[in-house]
């Protein structure tokens, strides 16, 4: 993989995987564009070099959301810290229906991304779903603090983001103020529920991505990793700021951009 290609997937990878525009629609689409994304033994490769850009997203939230990771670590001592254990149930209740879904279908989520113009057609239902809070739940956008009810719905909500060009971050924030959360909470849940989702998959490529580290590519994953970082901190800023505006349907005119652009270039290809 040349290093260029590794560093520009790796900017992209970081922005749209938080702004709610899907990384995994836009990297696959890039990937598609660039000449990337293979068959067969080249496929196991894109794979694993999403899950290392994957990594690099995962520590900028550990990095930004430092100081309320430390105090939910801390509530497993601390009996008064009754909030926080709260927390950590729900955000274990919220990651059950991606896990089962993920695991019922993985072949069909994991051969989406070899279909560019399935890509362009889900970034057009992203771009109605950033729609909706502006339609349906403007009244109650500030009106509730975070509860159960939010969790459960955030987590089905993260369940259909497997499929590229669905945006985790976009369904799930949405599925949070639709049911009457307060934008601030639902947005730190939805970059939260990110963790233990990006853990997992993790854990179950870890010997796919020692090989990777090991071999010719490892400057490039590096490099790639070091990309996402540095613009997946710039994203969460901006996705925070920008729901405090109350601006989050831009995102979704820019999505219906991107998905017929998509759809029209490679349906004539």
Same mark, same amino acid.
């Given at each position: ?24 629609? *836009?990297?696959?689409?890039?990937? *598609? ?5 293979? $068959?067969?033994?080249?496929? /196991? /490769? +894109? ?6 850009? *994957? ?22 001592? /601390?009996?008064? @810290?009754?909030? +926080? ?10 990651? =059950? ?8 279908? @993985? ?6 991304? +070899?279909?560019?113009?399935? =890509?362009?057609?889900? !970034?057009?239902?992203?771009? =109605? ?6 339609? &349906?739940? @403007? ?18 909500? /993260? ?11 976009? $369904? ?30 993790? !854990?179950?490529? !870890?010997?796919?991505?020692? +090989? ?6 490892? $400057?490039?994953?590096?490099?790639? &990793?070091?990309?996402? &970082? ?40």
């Amino acid at each position: 993989m040349e290093i260029w290609k590794a560093i520009l997937v790796g900017i992209v990878q970081g922005l749209s995987e938080f702004l709610p525009v899907s990384s995994s629609g *836009h990297i696959a689409l890039l990937q *598609h564009a660039l000449g990337m994304r293979e $068959a067969g033994e080249g496929a /196991q /490769q +894109d794979i694993t070099f999403e899950l290392v850009l *994957h990594l690099g997203t995962f520590l900028s939230v550990v990095i930004y959301f430092r100081r309320r990771l430390a105090g939910l670590l801390l509530c497993l001592w /601390q009996k008064e @810290r009754k909030e +926080d254990r709260t927390m950590i149930l729900w955000l274990v209740m919220a990651t =059950v229906p991606a896990t089962v879904a993920f695991f019922s279908a @993985r072949d069909l989520f994991e051969g989406a991304y +070899d279909n560019p113009i399935l =890509v362009g057609g889900c !970034l057009l239902v992203t771009g =109605v779903i950033l729609l909706l809070p502006k339609l &349906f739940a @403007r009244e109650s956008r500030e009106s509730r603090e975070f509860g159960m009810r939010q969790a459960i719905w955030m987590g089905v909500a /993260q369940s259909l983001a497997i499929l590229p060009g669905i945006s985790r971050s976009g $369904a799930t924030i949405t599925a949070g103020l639709l049911a009457g959360g307060k934008a601030s909470k639902a947005a730190e849940f939805s970059f939260l529920m990110f963790l233990p989702a990006i853990g997992g998959g993790t !854990l179950l490529k !870890l010997r796919e991505l020692k +090989d990777v580290m090991q071999g010719e590519a490892a $400057a490039a994953y590096l490099l790639g &990793f070091m990309a996402a &970082f540095v613009s997946g901190l710039f994203a969460v800023y901006l996705v925070l700021k920008t729901i405090q505006k109350g601006k989050f349907e831009y995102f979704g005119y820019y999505c219906f951009l991107v998905g017929v652009v998509a759809m029209i270039y490679f349906g004539t290809r």
